[in-house]
């Protein structure tokens, strides 16, 4: 077969290929580094043409022509599944929605209920087999694609191809329009200095990892953290299944610690779902062996999770109440991120066989006019629940970690409290004691 004659019969130019999208249509950047630049460029050019045009993103860095073209949305509507600290500052400022979700599901919410005009996504060049490798967004793609009217490619030369265990690649034959140009290189992604609150959090953590556990790490400094302290530590032969690969897990790699050799699932593999990181850590990536990629679906599904054995699962929340429900993904009402896969790993790790799932939170933070204030509440008032208190296992401030799995109100309060911020500790008894969470025989 000539695939690069078909190839070439759908080569248009960005303006040429987004003249499908029409009024009213429902279009989608799928995730992250997979964002149609050139494609996103060419819509926002036709922004008087079109009026309620949807989008959907996922984890998105700006900047997004078709919202900055458009800041009263007269004309395009930007939707994210997961908050990226772009798409947050786009929220603040109304031009961006929240849809909620949870990763396991991503594909059945496209294949059943989900409409899709358009699928605009960036790709590596095609292979000579005439395929055309999902890389670092392999999680959230194919379903998307498959339910697409109209399938337009982006090619960015820059993205590394990843091996796949299924769903992880699109042939020319399902493509209807190509685009190539030039891309900016990945940029380096800033360095995170380690707080001393995080190293404390992560020392915590540390003890109830042993050799050839398998580590999921979520998204955000305070997992990356632990990651670190990982690489730096005795442990060995550890295994990935995550549904982010971040240059943590690069880390561990260099340093001779991510082997995969006593994983009973996916033996000798680092599963992954999709990768946010350096150019270091996609170089890495880049036809890797050790590494396939493969959709969410089966990453984050909690009964995979559970049939590997010491699954340690490692997130972050921005906030924990007294009867052990976790936000990690609003304050108040204000979207910050998402909940992503933390629900799907608190479960599968919960019934792996010696595994275990941390959920880390700084115990204080300090508010815009600087006064230090509590992430452990007495209890939510208007923040979105990520977890609910009936799957939170370990929760970890850099006072210690503390197992809630089977315990009674008053024993998660107790527990809580001992791992609070001290200058806290005396209130959050008196506000439990109003909520009838405290014995009066519980220790002060």
């Known amino acids: 077969m000539d695939y690069y004659s078909e190839y070439r019969s759908k080569l248009r130019t960005p303006d040429e290929a987004v003249r499908v999208i029409k009024s009213g249509d429902w279009v989608d950047y799928t995730t992250a580094t997979a964002k149609p630049v050139l494609l996103d460029q060419a819509l926002a050019r036709r922004k008087d043409e079109l009026t309620d045009v949807k989008i959907r993103g996922n984890m998105i860095s700006g900047p997004i022509e078709v919202v900055e073209c458009d800041p009263e949305q007269k004309h395009f509507t930007y939707n994210t599944w997961h908050c990226s600290p772009y798409e947050r500052k786009l929220c603040d400022k109304g031009q961006c929605y929240f849809i909620p979700m949870v990763f396991h599901n991503l594909t059945a919410y496209y294949h059943f209920f989900i409409d899709v005009d358009v699928a605009m996504i960036a790709v590596p060049p095609m292979d000579k087999h005439g395929y055309f490798n999902f890389s670092i967004n392999t999680g959230t793609s194919a379903e998307i694609l498959r339910k697409a009217r109209i399938v337009i490619l982006e090619i960015n030369e820059h993205l590394p191809k990843i091996r796949g265990g299924y769903d992880d690649c699109i042939h020319i034959s399902e493509v209807d329009y190509i685009v190539e140009g030039e891309h900016e290189p990945f940029r380096e992604t800033p360095e995170h200095i380690l707080t001393e609150e995080e190293i404390l959090i992560a020392e915590h953590i540390l003890p109830f990892i042993k050799n050839g556990s398998t580590i999921q790490i979520g998204v955000g400094g305070m997992p990356n953290a632990v990651g670190t302290l990982l690489a730096d530590s005795d442990l060995k032969d550890l295994g990935m299944h995550t549904e982010l690969c971040s240059d943590a897990y690069l880390e561990l790699a260099l340093q001779g610690k991510l082997t995969n050799r006593m994983k009973n699932i996916n033996p000798g593999k680092s599963v992954m779902g999709f990768a946010i990181g350096s150019p270091r850590l996609y170089e890495w990536l880049d036809d890797n062996p050790t590494v396939v990629a493969y959709p969410l679906e089966y990453v984050n599904r909690p009964d ?141």
């Not at 001290?422 to 909520?435: G, M, N, T, Y």
Request: proline share 3%; with cysteine; aromatic share 8%.
């Open 304 to 444: 995979v999770i559970g049939m590997i054995d010491n699954m340690i699962s490692i997130n972050s929340c921005i906030s924990v109440d007294l009867y052990g429900q976790v936000s990690a993904e609003s304050v108040g009402t204000r979207q910050i991120s998402g909940t992503g896969g933390q629900l799907d790993f608190l479960e599968g790790a919960s019934i792996s066989r010696g595994g275990k799932s941390f959920i880390c939170v700084n115990s204080t933070f300090r508010d815009k006019n600087g006064t230090l204030q509590s992430c452990i509440l007495p209890h939510f008032q208007g923040e979105i629940i990520t977890s609910p208190r009936s799957q939170v296992y370990y929760i970890v401030t850099e006072y210690g970690a503390v197992n809630l799995e089977g315990a009674t109100s008053w024993e998660r309060a107790e527990r809580l409290i001992s791992i609070a911020h001290p200058d806290f500790r005396d209130q959050l008894i008196k506000e439990a004691e109003k909520q009838r969470i405290w014995r009066p025989s519980s220790k002060r």
